[in-house]
């Protein structure tokens, strides 16, 4: 969940979009899913929005639809599955994940005019709860983080009381609790190929766990940029974001400490680290790059020796997620509502704001 860019003294400061996801199937390939710290989960069009110079000019776009979401700040977003049979999940601060069919949301997008502007999820997966002295229930933990696994039918999840749990998307029940970190989660990613999760903490380390049995397999410390045979006192910054590449051979991850670090996960090498300017608040590798936002107004691009490709102004004075679609357009969302959308080639199509 970000720490930075906070403003309490206007509405737009305490609203921040936090992740975009572009819709699963060309036929709606407009229609933008935004995430914000708000119960409602707004789709967007990309066709309505207007290129706009400069961010204090921009106009505030309305969503086609809510999606009702969360008692509380939702925190992600993913698609599992593909095309018109994808379900759209959503976490946050309820300790709920919830699902929606892609195609139900493409027929209310339709329908507006008879089933209003919301729509009520599919499936609602809820955290458990530990048990106490004298019955008492534990607090409902937050889920910061979301990844799936489309051949396993599992949905991962990172919380808050530091556990990650896989789950069965047609029954809805646990199939594996991954417990090893000393602090709450940040991150969560799939490497379906191995049958493997990797998950990145307040504590300073990704973990890499085993689907089949639970077993931390690796302990890794991404802001030293070693892998640890043994847990010391000496606490590193937090890992804030992570990423695996396509083919799942390569891992990046960023941390308090202002730097990336990039990790060969078949030998568990770390081969590149790099530096920022700011501390990384999302990321992502595309075309052979890595793609970095942060708490800076940039999006920086690397390749994977840690060389710096290029470096774009963005709208967001601190940006939350960062998404690049397969044609190259890239979406950068944060502090205020802003959402910044990119061409292949680094300019600005148009930036606007959620309402």
């Not at 993913?78 to 709920?96: A, H, I, P, Y």
């Not at 089933?115 to 229930?137: C, D, I, M, W, Y």
Request: hydrophobic share 40%; aromatic share 8%; glycine share 8%.
């Amino acid at each position: 969940m970000p720490q930075n860019g906070k403003n309490t003294n206007t509405e737009l400061g305490l609203r921040r979009t936090c992740l975009p996801l572009f819709a699963p199937s060309l036929l709606h390939a407009l229609l933008l899913l935004l995430l914000t710290f708000l119960p409602l989960l707004p789709v967007m069009a990309m066709s309505a929005c207007t290129p706009f110079p400069h961010a204090s000019t921009t106009r505030v776009a309305d969503p086609l639809l809510s999606l009702q979401g969360h008692d509380g700040p939702a925190y992600d977003l993913k698609f599992f599955g593909e095309g018109e049979n994808s379900v759209l999940l959503s976490c946050g601060d309820d300790g709920r994940i919830h699902g929606w069919h892609w195609r139900d949301i493409v027929k209310a997008t339709n329908q507006l005019s008879k089933t209003g502007n919301s729509l009520e999820p599919a499936f609602v997966f809820v955290n458990p709860q530990h048990k106490g002295p004298r019955r008492s229930l534990s607090p409902m933990p937050e889920t910061n983080a979301l990844d799936t696994d489309t051949q396993g039918s599992s949905i991962f999840s990172a919380t808050g009381n530091g556990l990650a749990y896989s789950w069965d998307i047609e029954t809805g029940k646990i199939k594996m609790v991954f417990e090893g970190h000393s602090d709450y989660l940040h991150c969560i990613c799939a490497r379906s190929s191995h049958n493997q999760v990797i998950t990145g903490s307040e504590d300073g380390t990704a973990r890499m766990w085993d689907c089949r049995n639970g077993q931390c397999t690796a302990i890794l410390d991404p802001w030293k940029a070693i892998k640890l045979t043994s847990i010391t006192n000496e606490k590193s910054p937090w890992v804030s974001c992570m990423a695996i590449d396509p083919t799942e051979n390569w891992l990046v991850c960023g941390n308090g400490g202002k730097c990336v670090t990039l990790w060969s996960l078949p030998g568990l090498d770390a081969v590149t680290r790099i530096a920022t300017l700011a501390i990384p608040q999302a990321i992502t590798v595309a075309n052979d790059q890595i793609v970095m936002v942060g708490a800076q107004p940039h999006l920086s691009r690397f390749n994977y020796g840690g060389k710096i490709i290029s470096q774009v102004a963005c709208a967001p004075l601190s940006a939350f997620s960062v998404s690049v679609q397969p044609s190259g357009i890239t979406v950068i969302t944060g502090f205020g509502g802003l959402v910044d959308v990119l061409s292949e080639f680094g300019s600005h199509i148009c930036i606007f704001r959620c309402r």
